[in-house]
């Protein structure tokens, strides 16, 4: 029977070679993984409320940070588009460089006309995105946005939605998301669930994880 000092002699330097093949493989497969971001790829066609046509392309120009609500939306939609208004202000020159969406979760009610003027009360370089729904469906789809009509007394509904930021880069991948904590201030988290810090710093958070 062998001795515990020759095993540990001969399984020793395998183990070693093992750790070592781990740590490369584990190197590479993050590496990987790191760059390997959701990017919307379908070919949707929307129309901004100014009437000019929007599609991926749009996506692929300039980093996006896009949000999904509705006009009739009694406190999410708008205080988040506050927030979203108070940041772009923040951002000074920097905001020229991000395309600022907010795309209808009602297409029945939000017409061009209602989602303009719905968007007069905020930052005006923030774009309202509506269309055909089979179109807003794809777009939904592409950046796993949850939308759910609810039913309401009197014929009423209401919607069900995400409501949080989604943020592109000009490659048109999902790099990271934005919410609001407690409807007074937002909150950056990058792509692998990772939260901003410092996170009151939501202006720098934004300019270091779309590296502008």
Do not use: W
């Amino acid at each position: 029977m062998l001795s515990k000092k020759i095993l540990l002699r001969r399984i020793l330097p395998a183990l070693f070679i093992t750790s070592i093949v781990l740590t490369v493989i584990a190197f590479f497969t993050l590496q990987k993984s790191s760059h390997n971001l959701d990017r919307v790829d379908l070919n949707f066609s929307l129309e901004t409320v100014n009437g000019d046509q929007f599609t991926q392309d749009k996506l692929l120009k300039k980093p996006s940070i896009i949000f999904f609500g509705f006009t009739h939306c009694p406190d999410v939609c708008p205080s988040s588009l506050q927030l979203l208004s108070n940041l772009i202000q923040d951002l000074g020159d920097d905001a020229s460089k991000i395309n600022f969406y907010f795309v209808t979760a009602d297409p029945d009610r939000d017409t061009k006309k209602i989602l303009k003027e719905y968007l007069g009360y905020f930052d005006k370089k923030i774009i309202g995105i509506t269309g055909d729904k089979a179109e807003l469906n794809k777009l939904y789809g592409a950046l796993n946005i949850y939308i759910k009509r609810i039913d309401l007394d009197n014929n009423n509904y209401t919607i069900d939605h995400t409501a949080s930021f989604i943020i592109l880069n000009n490659n048109a991948e999902i790099i990271g998301t934005m919410i609001h904590e407690d409807f007074s201030k937002l909150l950056v988290i990058d792509n692998f669930g990772k939260i901003q810090f410092p996170k009151e710093e939501v202006k720098k958070n934004i300019i270091r994880l779309l590296q502008l």
